[in-house]
């Protein structure tokens, strides 16, 4: 399987996102916050309700339920989600599927 990610189940989100994050200085808990502009859930012939953010590889989904749409001028055009780390083992868990994802989509990592 390919890590992705979905807002509606079953219908994998194109748009990739900009991804920042942050960690405790003990590295206890960390923060993920993403940001998709003009995302494919987004678009004008979407039906599908944005039921959170669902970020699915072979080992299992992450999901998160802090999923916002910004608007400008009426119309959606950006998805913010943010996706709380709480231990040291959801941060190794989400860093794996983070290194899947990005070599799925032909990324690279950096540190900045």
Request: hydrophobic residues 40%; negative net charge; without cysteine.
């Amino acid at each position: 399987m390919v890590a992705k990610i979905q807002f509606s189940r079953g219908i994998d989100e194109d748009v990739i996102p900009d991804v920042r994050l942050t960690r405790s200085r003990d590295e206890s808990q960390g923060t993920a916050k993403f940001y998709f502009l003009n995302p494919k859930a987004l678009a004008d012939d979407s039906t599908q309700e944005i039921t959170g953010m669902y970020m699915i590889d072979d080992d299992g989904e992450i999901v998160t339920r802090e999923v916002n749409a910004k608007f400008i001028n009426g119309k959606p055009t950006e998805i913010e989600a943010i996706h709380l780390m709480k231990s040291p083992e959801e941060w190794e868990r989400f860093m794996l599927f983070m290194e899947r994802y990005a070599k799925a989509k032909g990324l690279e990592f950096s540190k900045s």
